[in-house]
Protein backbone atom coordinates (compact mmCIF):
# COMPACT_ATOMS: atom_id res chain seq x y z
CA UNK A 1 0.00 0.00 0.00
CA UNK A 2 1.29 3.45 -0.90
CA UNK A 3 -0.62 5.82 1.10
CA UNK A 4 0.05 9.40 -1.15
CA UNK A 5 1.66 7.64 -3.66
CA UNK A 6 1.63 7.45 -7.52
CA UNK A 7 1.84 4.47 -10.43
CA UNK A 8 4.81 4.53 -12.43
CA UNK A 9 5.94 2.13 -15.52
CA UNK A 10 7.92 -0.19 -14.66
CA UNK A 11 8.58 -1.94 -18.47
CA UNK A 12 11.87 -2.65 -19.36
CA UNK A 13 11.03 -4.00 -22.99
CA UNK A 14 9.39 -2.22 -25.66
CA UNK A 15 6.04 -4.06 -26.43
CA UNK A 16 4.76 -4.98 -22.39
CA UNK A 17 3.03 -3.03 -20.34
CA UNK A 18 4.57 -3.11 -16.23
CA UNK A 19 3.26 -0.81 -13.28
CA UNK A 20 4.17 -0.28 -9.56
CA UNK A 21 3.45 1.61 -7.25
CA UNK A 22 5.44 3.89 -5.29
CA UNK A 23 5.50 6.93 -2.40
CA UNK A 24 7.51 9.97 -1.85
CA UNK A 25 8.86 11.34 1.18
CA UNK A 26 6.17 13.24 1.93
CA UNK A 27 3.03 11.04 0.92
CA UNK A 28 1.55 14.30 -0.54
CA UNK A 29 -0.19 13.06 -3.60
CA UNK A 30 -4.22 13.02 -3.22
CA UNK A 31 -4.13 9.17 -4.41
CA UNK A 32 -3.21 6.00 -2.48
CA UNK A 33 -2.11 2.70 -4.66
CA UNK A 34 -1.94 -0.82 -3.70
CA UNK A 35 -0.72 -3.68 -5.71
CA UNK A 36 -3.55 -6.27 -5.09
CA UNK A 37 -1.51 -9.59 -5.29
CA UNK A 38 -3.27 -12.81 -5.99
CA UNK A 39 -1.75 -16.85 -6.16
CA UNK A 40 -0.07 -17.89 -9.39
CA UNK A 41 -0.28 -21.86 -9.25
CA UNK A 42 1.90 -23.85 -11.42
CA UNK A 43 -1.02 -25.44 -13.33
CA UNK A 44 -1.61 -21.35 -14.46
CA UNK A 45 0.85 -21.96 -16.73
CA UNK A 46 1.19 -25.67 -18.14
CA UNK A 47 0.92 -24.29 -21.62
CA UNK A 48 4.30 -22.80 -21.53
CA UNK A 49 6.03 -26.31 -19.78
CA UNK A 50 8.08 -26.38 -23.11
CA UNK A 51 10.09 -23.25 -21.60
CA UNK A 52 11.21 -25.64 -18.44
CA UNK A 53 12.22 -23.19 -15.74
CA UNK A 54 11.25 -20.23 -17.50
CA UNK A 55 7.33 -21.58 -17.82
CA UNK A 56 6.79 -18.87 -15.26
CA UNK A 57 8.98 -15.89 -16.89
CA UNK A 58 7.09 -16.75 -19.68
CA UNK A 59 3.41 -16.67 -18.47
CA UNK A 60 4.27 -13.56 -17.49
CA UNK A 61 5.96 -11.81 -20.20
CA UNK A 62 2.60 -12.83 -22.17
CA UNK A 63 0.54 -10.80 -19.33
CA UNK A 64 2.93 -7.97 -19.87
CA UNK A 65 2.10 -8.22 -24.08
CA UNK A 66 -1.57 -8.60 -23.73
CA UNK A 67 -1.45 -5.18 -21.37
CA UNK A 68 0.56 -3.57 -24.03
CA UNK A 69 -1.57 -4.56 -26.62
CA UNK A 70 -4.53 -3.37 -24.69
CA UNK A 71 -3.48 -0.30 -23.78
CA UNK A 72 -3.13 0.68 -27.47
CA UNK A 73 0.78 -0.61 -28.03
CA UNK A 74 2.67 2.18 -25.91
CA UNK A 75 2.85 2.67 -22.22
CA UNK A 76 -0.96 3.80 -22.09
CA UNK A 77 -2.42 1.14 -19.29
CA UNK A 78 -5.58 -0.52 -19.35
CA UNK A 79 -7.87 -0.11 -16.61
CA UNK A 80 -11.09 -0.82 -15.24
CA UNK A 81 -13.30 0.60 -12.54
CA UNK A 82 -13.48 -2.30 -9.08
CA UNK A 83 -17.47 -1.91 -9.37
CA UNK A 84 -17.15 -3.02 -13.53
CA UNK A 85 -14.91 -5.63 -12.81
CA UNK A 86 -16.68 -7.60 -10.63
CA UNK A 87 -19.88 -7.14 -12.65
CA UNK A 88 -17.77 -8.08 -15.71
CA UNK A 89 -19.03 -4.77 -17.55
CA UNK A 90 -16.73 -2.46 -19.34
CA UNK A 91 -16.00 1.12 -17.59
CA UNK A 92 -17.96 3.80 -19.63
CA UNK A 93 -15.38 6.24 -17.83
CA UNK A 94 -12.45 6.15 -15.59
CA UNK A 95 -11.55 8.05 -12.33
CA UNK A 96 -8.16 10.46 -12.59
CA UNK A 97 -4.80 8.49 -12.05
CA UNK A 98 -1.62 9.28 -10.59
CA UNK A 99 -0.37 6.82 -13.72
CA UNK A 100 1.29 10.32 -16.07
CA UNK A 101 1.19 7.63 -19.63
CA UNK A 102 -2.47 7.85 -19.29
CA UNK A 103 -5.07 4.95 -18.82
CA UNK A 104 -7.91 3.57 -21.46
CA UNK A 105 -10.69 1.56 -20.58
CA UNK A 106 -10.16 -1.94 -21.16
CA UNK A 107 -12.47 -5.57 -20.12
CA UNK A 108 -9.98 -6.69 -17.58
CA UNK A 109 -12.47 -9.59 -16.75
CA UNK A 110 -11.55 -11.33 -19.76
CA UNK A 111 -8.36 -9.93 -20.85
CA UNK A 112 -6.76 -11.66 -17.67
CA UNK A 113 -6.90 -15.40 -17.76
CA UNK A 114 -9.87 -16.56 -15.72
CA UNK A 115 -7.87 -18.23 -12.98
CA UNK A 116 -6.55 -14.59 -11.94
CA UNK A 117 -9.62 -12.96 -12.29
CA UNK A 118 -11.02 -15.69 -10.49
CA UNK A 119 -8.86 -14.75 -7.24
CA UNK A 120 -9.12 -11.03 -7.63
CA UNK A 121 -12.42 -11.11 -7.54
CA UNK A 122 -12.32 -13.36 -4.12
CA UNK A 123 -9.86 -11.33 -3.36
CA UNK A 124 -11.31 -7.99 -3.37
CA UNK A 125 -14.87 -9.15 -2.17
CA UNK A 126 -13.09 -10.79 1.08
CA UNK A 127 -11.50 -7.03 1.59
CA UNK A 128 -14.75 -5.52 1.13
CA UNK A 129 -15.92 -7.65 4.21
CA UNK A 130 -13.81 -6.50 6.11
CA UNK A 131 -13.38 -3.20 4.98
CA UNK A 132 -16.39 -1.51 3.98
CA UNK A 133 -15.92 0.37 1.63
CA UNK A 134 -13.00 -0.82 -0.18
CA UNK A 135 -15.25 -1.22 -3.43
CA UNK A 136 -16.23 1.66 -4.78
CA UNK A 137 -16.96 3.36 -8.00
CA UNK A 138 -13.70 5.73 -7.78
CA UNK A 139 -11.28 2.70 -7.12
CA UNK A 140 -9.58 1.71 -10.01
CA UNK A 141 -7.38 -1.15 -11.53
CA UNK A 142 -4.52 -1.19 -13.62
CA UNK A 143 -3.01 -4.09 -15.53
CA UNK A 144 -0.84 -5.37 -14.76
CA UNK A 145 1.76 -5.07 -11.81
CA UNK A 146 3.53 -8.32 -12.40
CA UNK A 147 6.16 -8.49 -10.39
CA UNK A 148 5.97 -8.73 -7.30
CA UNK A 149 8.33 -11.95 -6.92
CA UNK A 150 10.57 -13.42 -9.50
CA UNK A 151 8.91 -16.34 -11.57
CA UNK A 152 12.25 -18.07 -11.28
CA UNK A 153 14.34 -18.86 -7.59
CA UNK A 154 17.20 -18.86 -6.41
CA UNK A 155 17.77 -22.52 -4.90
CA UNK A 156 18.81 -22.07 -0.57
CA UNK A 157 18.92 -24.75 2.17
CA UNK A 158 15.74 -24.40 4.28
CA UNK A 159 17.48 -23.76 7.36
CA UNK A 160 20.60 -22.35 6.80
CA UNK A 161 19.61 -19.98 3.82
CA UNK A 162 22.79 -20.38 1.95
CA UNK A 163 22.40 -21.17 -1.43
CA UNK A 164 23.04 -25.28 -1.98
CA UNK A 165 26.04 -25.26 -3.68
CA UNK A 166 27.62 -21.92 -3.05
CA UNK A 167 28.87 -21.05 0.31
CA UNK A 168 28.50 -18.04 1.45
CA UNK A 169 26.12 -16.40 -0.81
CA UNK A 170 22.18 -16.41 0.75
CA UNK A 171 20.02 -15.28 -2.07
CA UNK A 172 16.93 -13.14 -0.39
CA UNK A 173 13.94 -11.03 -0.65
CA UNK A 174 11.72 -10.29 -4.13
CA UNK A 175 14.47 -10.76 -6.82
CA UNK A 176 15.88 -14.41 -5.54
CA UNK A 177 12.22 -15.22 -5.41
CA UNK A 178 11.44 -15.52 -2.16
CA UNK A 179 9.15 -12.34 -1.23
CA UNK A 180 6.34 -10.66 -2.72
CA UNK A 181 6.48 -7.69 -1.43
CA UNK A 182 8.11 -4.93 0.57
CA UNK A 183 7.10 -6.19 3.98
CA UNK A 184 7.71 -10.13 3.14
CA UNK A 185 11.68 -8.90 1.13
CA UNK A 186 11.84 -7.17 5.30
CA UNK A 187 11.25 -10.05 7.09
CA UNK A 188 13.03 -12.40 4.32
CA UNK A 189 16.05 -10.19 5.14
CA UNK A 190 15.72 -10.03 8.84
CA UNK A 191 16.11 -14.25 8.82
CA UNK A 192 18.91 -13.62 5.89
CA UNK A 193 21.24 -11.41 7.84
CA UNK A 194 20.89 -13.79 11.03
CA UNK A 195 21.75 -16.72 9.12
CA UNK A 196 25.05 -14.90 7.96
CA UNK A 197 25.59 -14.03 11.52
CA UNK A 198 25.68 -17.50 12.46
CA UNK A 199 27.83 -18.45 9.23
CA UNK A 200 30.12 -15.85 10.18
CA UNK A 201 29.68 -16.71 13.99
Given amino acids: MCPGGIIVPASTAADEIVVNGMSVSKRNSPY ?3 GFVVTVEPADFEAYEKHG ?3 GMMYQKELEHLAFEAG ?3 QTAPAQRVTDFLSNRTSLSLPKSSYHPGTVSSPLHTLLPEAIVHRLKEGLYQ ?3 NMRGFVTEE ?3 LAAETRTSSPVRIPRNRETYMHLEIEGLF ?3 EGAGYAGGIMSSAMD ?3 CAD ?3 RFLK
Fill in 53 to 55: AFA
Fill in 171 to 173: PAG
Fill in 127 to 129: FNN
Fill in 32 to 34: ANS
Fill in 72 to 74: GKN
Fill in 195 to 197: AVA
Fill in 189 to 191: GEN
Fill in 139 to 141: AQM
